[in-house]
């Protein structure tokens, strides 16, 4: 079977496992949220998002599970789910101000970090036999994007932009099913603001139904076309390919990335949207910048919005305040560095991932300065001009899309599969 045609099989048989959660969770929660406000409400609500992201969990681990380890993958995933519950837990407990202000932040990216990195030959007898195949990290759905939530709530609690939750709209925050898997990571103020002080000029529900629509038309249709031309979908039928195949795939495959991604996330904010929930958005015309400064802050830009809050700005302004202001462009220049470094780790294990980080922190910096040697060569009109040229707009669009579209390579491949790639291209 073609690659792509089993891309788009595994792909449709995925979301279908997802589809019954899915389908129904939007009607429990309205029916949660219909009941009169108070801790009663609250509690159904928690309820339903705890049962059903309990579901999205086992329906989107048997697959590929025997039909007759079914039942056994069915309880170990409860226990395990189970767990999860409890850690978040734990880290409720921790908002606790008296525990000290260090731990809260920090506990949900140590557990992260553990689940996450540990190495595969310590969990091989954990995880049971017939689910050998399946990573121990697997079993907690979405828990990159549940630590960052947990934490930035605690930058919110703590800097009063957001009052501290009781422990049901805590636990619905934390397991918002739409959200769960794959983000964006919605701060924990908009989800309170949306529960409490409700405002449907924000989630109009055409509206909702519309990105819904459009949502599945990325993710099921134009997403699975535009992977017939990525490296999986054209290079990897093991037969030799010509060198223009590598331009294809690099670019197919950055159509796929967003159709993929953008067209869940546009899911997302429908479902979330109908319930009267205001989700960010995490895409905003990304192709259409620039520089990259500008299109990671406008690609998952709630992954950029966090990242700015909770580590470049307190870690800019530690640097400027140990090195003096006159220092303060090589403190920016090295605080987006480790941003962008810190980005490459948590998409993912392995030394690709670092090279994807330091990849576009590179960019990112030589970006910073060349932005501050074109002012001080050019001054605030000549700068604006530079800016307003088209011709210097279409050149640097096209600069930034092909530097972040090569950069995709380290994050689709291992260093493995990248040796595998350039091995079937044949001179020529």
Known sequence: MPPGL?????????LMTLAVPFLFFPLAAWLALRLPVGKLRMAAFALVNLVFAL????????????????????????????????????????????????????????ILAVVKYMPGHWTQGFVPAPFSNKVFADFFLGLSYMAFRLTHMVYEIRNGVAPMPDFAEYLSFAFFVPTLSIGPINPYSAFHNSLHKPDR???????????ILIGLTKYIFLGNLANQ??????????????????????????????????????IA?????????????????????????????HWHMTLTSYMRDMVFVPLSKALIRRFGPASAP?????????????????????????????????????????????????????FQKYRE????????????????????????????????????????
């Open 229 to 266: 031309l990525s490296y999986d979908g054209l290079l990897a039928d093991g037969l030799p390919h010509h060198w223009i195949d590598f331009p294809i795939a690099v670019a197919g495959y950055t159509a796929y990335l967003y159709l993929n991604f953008s067209g869940f996330c546009d």
């Open 55 to 110: 579901a999205v969990c086992i329906s989107r681990g048997t697959y590929g599970v025997r039909l007759h380890d079914v039942k056994l993958y069915f309880l170990f995933s409860t226990l395990m789910f189970a767990l999860y519950v409890v850690l978040v837990g734990v880290q409720y407990l921790l908002l606790d101000k008296k525990l000290g202000s260090w731990l809260p932040l920090f506990f949900p990216l140590i």
């Open 389 to 428: 040229n088209r011709v210097i707009y279409h050149i640097a669009n096209a600069v930034t899309l092909a530097y972040f579209a090569l950069g995709l390579i380290l994050v689709c491949n291992s260093m493995h599969g990248l040796g595998m790639i350039f091995r079937t291209f044949r001179p020529m």
């Open 330 to 382: 090589h403190c920016i220049a090295l605080a987006i560095a480790i941003v962008f470094l810190l980005m490459g780790i948590w998409h993912g294990a392995g030394w690709n991932f670092v090279l994807y980080g330091l990849w576009h922190a590179v960019g990112v910096v030589i970006v910073h300065y060349y932005t501050l040697f074109l002012k001080k060569r050019l001054g605030k009109q000549g």
């Open 269 to 297: 904010i429908g479902v979330s949207g109908l319930l009267g929930i205001h989700v960010h958005e995490n895409f905003d015309r990304p192709f259409s910048k620039r520089n990259l400064q500008e299109f990671w802050a």
């Open 201 to 211: 000029t924000v989630t109009p529900i055409g509206r909702s139904w519309g990105r």
């Open 6 to 14: 089993t891309h788009f099989l595994s792909n449709s048989l995925l």
